[in-house]
């Protein structure tokens, strides 16, 4: 009897066992690493199983054995770290794309252009260098007056310097402002009658009433959309547009992207987009958010794309740009900047792109057909319209906060504010890489300490339970989110001041703004943004942990391998 028992027990454990070997085989293992999940219930792992794209199991290395057979790839991290891929939930991958010729006039820490003796020498060298025909035009990137030694923007003269033939713009590093030659805005049409354009400023020299060839926000938009399309013209142009695009692609998964942004696509840069997806060119997930005043009448056409992917390209909202820059001194503020630009009275607080009935009106109807949206926000007056526009649409039950709309940037949000947009529902998007680059600037020049110190204010949003991003804005800086993670955690200036230390948050709280927070802001955190069984293999490996390094020396983390749905799209050399 009891060799009978000892026969059924036995027989139980044995099936028992076989029940819990995994019938399904993994065709990557990954081991050897710490694996940084951002999943609270289970921080880290020993190993990672991949299958037809997804992680089929996260665990225990011997458990992870039970998924292996002599099919399975097995890969050693050899103690480089194991994360989600990084998530780009904004930046401007064909404005990239579209300076991709461009000449660089990047400062430190990126560039070497930091005067404007700097910028005209690195011009005509290139000119030089390049042969350059006297008639062709010139284009500069990456300028920037509060970095530069004059702490100003050239002017027209200093750029006919250069060449009075050539037609020379240079576009300062925010995006928001540029500067042309008498050559370019000859050949684009603005003359000394040129009246200032809705939302945007034509330069002008306070003494002579003159344009000095700064274009500002709509003005400046106007000037390179006309740009553009004057020089897009033709089979090779169009090519050169798809080989820059998929350039900048690169320069994307080389920071370990796995889903990049284009932030505000305009003109053509939309069909762009699409052509590239048809040709099954992208490598990683796309997601574009088309300029909504732009392509406001063809809102019709664009709705049956909306949080669709068709080979890796989603349309996943519309933007709206309620103001400029901070850095640039364009951002829409309630106070006067600290020193107001050239040219500007004392009073200067920058300036408006929308009312808020246009505002009210545009983000009306996109809620009513159940559209997300972002809106670049700098200023604390443009935070205080969006706010207010938003919970009137909110009160009227049109915004819905499953919608997730997004305030971008937030850069001179107030105390206020914090609340107001937990209670709204709303996701603030951090560009936090500010306090590095331009803490500085702020602190000195444009807000005055007390504001200076709330720029980016994470850990009050943390604190206040809003689930927050943070991005990189690239090309305002590289697509490098390491430097804006960096930037959040120890919010140390370029000469080494901390700005604002009640605002610094955990390199976790950090890393998790880049993935699984991110993957929520898209509305894709169902398959993205954390290393969790079912969900999509996208990730990255680093030579560094975050979480354990100095966090000083977290810009030192190097991407050695970015994995799109378990296929390798990017290994460092």
């Given at each position: ?25 993994a ?33 225990k ?6 998924y ?7 890969i ?6 194991l ?25 430190e ?14 011009i005509?060298?290139?000119i030089?260098e ?25 002017t027209?003269?200093?750029?006919d ?9 240079i ?31 034509y330069?002008r020299n ?5 344009l000095?060839?700064?274009?500002e926000e709509?003005?400046?938009f ?10 897009s ?8 547009a ?17 889903t990049?942004?284009?932030g505000?696509t ?17 490598k990683v ?12 009448k ?12 068709d ?7 519309f933007?709206?740009s309620d ?14 900047y600290?020193?107001?630009p ?9 300036f ?5 009935e ?11 057909n ?24 909110k009160?009227e ?13 937030v ?16 996701i ?30 994470a850990h009050?949003a ?29 919010r140390?200036?370029?000469?080494g001041m901390?700005l ?14 880049i993935?699984?927070n ?7 955190e ?7 069984a ?30 799109k749905?378990g296929?390798?799209?990017?290994k460092?050399?």
């Amino acid at each position: 009897m009891k060799a009978l028992i000892y026969l059924i027990l036995s027989v139980l454990f044995i099936s028992s066992f076989q029940t819990r070997i995994p019938t399904e085989k993994a065709e990557i293992l990954y081991f050897g690493g710490p694996i940084l999940t951002m999943e609270d219930q289970a921080p880290q792992a020993e190993a990672l199983v991949i299958k037809n794209g997804k992680i089929l199991f996260v665990g225990k290395k011997s458990e992870a054995d039970h998924y292996t057979d002599s099919r399975t790839k097995m890969i050693d991290l050899k103690g480089n770290v194991l994360l989600p891929g990084f998530i780009d939930v904004h930046g401007h991958v064909t404005s990239r794309a579209g300076i991709m010729q461009a000449i660089d006039l990047s400062p430190e820490p990126y560039g070497t252009v930091n005067s404007i003796k700097d910028l005209q020498n690195t011009i005509k060298k290139n000119i030089k260098e390049n042969n350059t025909p006297k008639n062709q035009t010139i284009i500069g990137n990456g300028y920037d007056d509060a970095i530069m030694i004059e702490h100003r923007h050239p002017t027209k003269d200093e750029l006919d310097a250069i060449s009075k033939t050539n037609p020379i713009i240079i576009i300062h590093t925010s995006g928001h402002a540029c500067v042309a030659n008498t050559a370019m805005l000859k050949f684009l049409g603005i003359s000394e009658s040129a009246k200032n354009p809705e939302g945007g400023h034509y330069g002008r020299n306070k003494k002579t009433g003159k344009l000095n060839g700064k274009l500002e926000e709509n003005a400046n938009f106007m000037a390179l959309l006309n740009l553009t399309e004057k020089m897009s013209k033709g089979t090779n142009t169009q090519a050169q547009a798809m080989d820059n695009l998929m350039k900048a692609q690169e320069e994307w998964l080389s920071y370990g992207q796995t889903t990049i942004c284009d932030g505000r696509t305009m003109g053509e840069s939309v069909k762009l987009l699409e052509k590239a997806a048809a040709k099954h060119l992208f490598k990683v997930d796309v997601v574009y958010f088309p300029d909504y005043e732009y392509f406001k009448k063809d809102l019709g056409a664009f709705k049956p794309k909306y949080m669709h992917y068709d080979n890796h390209l989603k349309l996943a909202g519309f933007k709206f740009s309620d103001d400029g820059s901070p850095q640039g001194k364009t951002a829409w503020l309630t106070q006067p900047y600290l020193v107001p630009p050239e040219g500007q009275s004392a009073d200067y607080k920058g300036f408006p792109i929308f009312t808020d009935e246009v505002l009210y009106s545009d983000l009306k109807t996109l809620f009513q057909n159940n559209i997300t949206a972002q809106l670049h926000v700098n200023g604390d007056a443009a935070i205080d319209q969006a706010l207010r526009v938003i919970e009137r649409l909110k009160d009227e039950k049109i915004y819905r906060p499953e919608l997730r709309a997004t305030l971008i940037h937030v850069q001179n949000s107030r105390p206020d504010h914090i609340q107001k947009i937990k209670e709204l529902g709303l996701i603030p998007s951090y560009f936090s890489t500010h306090a590095y680059l331009w803490g500085d600037w702020h602190y000195s020049s444009v807000f005055g300490p007390e504001r200076a110190s709330f720029i980016s204010p994470a850990h009050s949003a943390l604190q206040a339970g809003i689930i927050f991003t943070i991005h990189h804005d690239a090309p305002v800086t590289p697509p490098d989110l390491i430097t804006a993670i960096y930037a959040a955690v120890n919010r140390k200036t370029r000469s080494g001041m901390i700005l604002g230390p009640n605002e610094r948050i955990s390199p976790l709280e950090a890393l998790k703004a880049i993935t699984i927070n991110a993957a929520y802001q898209l509305q894709e955190e169902k398959t993205k943004g954390s290393i969790k069984a079912g969900k999509l293999a996208d990730l990255v490996i680093l030579d560094k942990n975050p979480l354990t390094i100095n966090p000083e020396q977290i810009r030192s983390i190097v991407v050695l391998e970015t994995i799109k749905e378990g296929v390798s799209v990017y290994k460092r050399k």
